[in-house]
T-cell receptor
Framework: QKEVEQDPGPLSVPEGAIVSLNCTYS??????FMWYRQYSRKGPELLMY????GNKEDGRFTAQVDKSSKYISLFIRDSQPSDSATYLC??????????FGQGTELSVKP | DGGITQSPKYLFRKEGQNVTLSCEQN?????MYWYRQDPGQGLRLIYY???????QKGDIAEGYSVSREKKESFPLTVTSAQKNPTAFYLC?????????????FGPGTRLTVT
């Protein structure tokens, strides 16, 4: 079993839709959770960062962590074509190394 | 501007040749990382270094080598022993801090070996 699992998609939604991106993880000791956004042929950039359980909101983006279910989510409200990218969840593992999910490719159609 | 630079953006090599990918950062970060990205597989850690003159193998180090002679630089050599070298290679850096370990990424180098 992989330490972090993410549905690779692709996911296609119409402009204005609410998008839900999800990851599951296996180790209950993990506490730091991140979402990176990667545009085509570019390096990933940090989008959201959360510690432990709960929600964190930043504009149209909400990151949610459910430690009891070992489930992390990223919600995008009022999605825009500029949100089209690959979204990678990442979890901080032992020694500070990040463990990445496979990435979900999102396309927002005008 | 502070950031991470990787060069070149595209690299083509013949099978059997070693090739070195450059990574430089001016963020004054102690830690640097190399990842490989293949379609549908996310990022896989090749090597990382938390201090000058020291580095550790990641999950897929076979066929790769690195050096860390300067804080700002962490070059990756893809050797002829790497069986499937064609991939997108990403370099990252971070501070070494117990509370975050947020990593900042360079623009990547796409290596094609034929």
């Amino acid at each position: 079993q992989k330490e972090v699992e993410q549905d690779p998609g692709p996911l296609s939604v119409p402009e204005g839709a609410i998008v839900s991106l999800n990851c599951t993880y296996s180790n209950s000791a993990f506490q730091y959770f991140m979402w990176y956004r990667q545009y085509s042929r570019k390096g990933p950039e940090l989008l959201m960062y959360t510690y432990s359980s709960g929600n964190k909101e930043d504009g149209r983006f909400t990151a949610q962590v459910d430690k009891s279910s070992k489930y992390i989510s990223l919600f995008i409200r009022d999605s825009q074509p500029s949100d089209s990218a690959t979204y990678l969840c990442a979890i901080r593992g032992q020694g500070g190394k990040l463990i990445f999910g496979q990435g979900t490719e999102l396309s927002v159609k005008p | 501007d502070g950031g991470i630079t990787q060069s070149p953006k595209y690299l083509f090599r013949k099978e059997g040749q070693n090739v070195t990918l450059s990574c430089e950062q001016n963020l004054n970060h102690d830690a640097m990382y190399w990842y490989r990205q293949d379609p549908g597989q996310g990022l896989r850690l090749i090597y990382y270094s938390q201090i000058v003159n020291d580095f550790q193998k990641g999950d897929i180090a076979e066929g790769y080598s690195v050096s860390r002679e300067k804080k700002e630089s962490f070059p990756l050599t893809v050797t002829s022993a790497q069986k499937n070298p064609t991939a997108f290679y990403l370099c990252a850096s971070s501070i070494v801090d117990s509370t975050t370990y947020e990593q900042y990424f360079g623009p990547g180098t796409r290596l094609t070996v034929t």
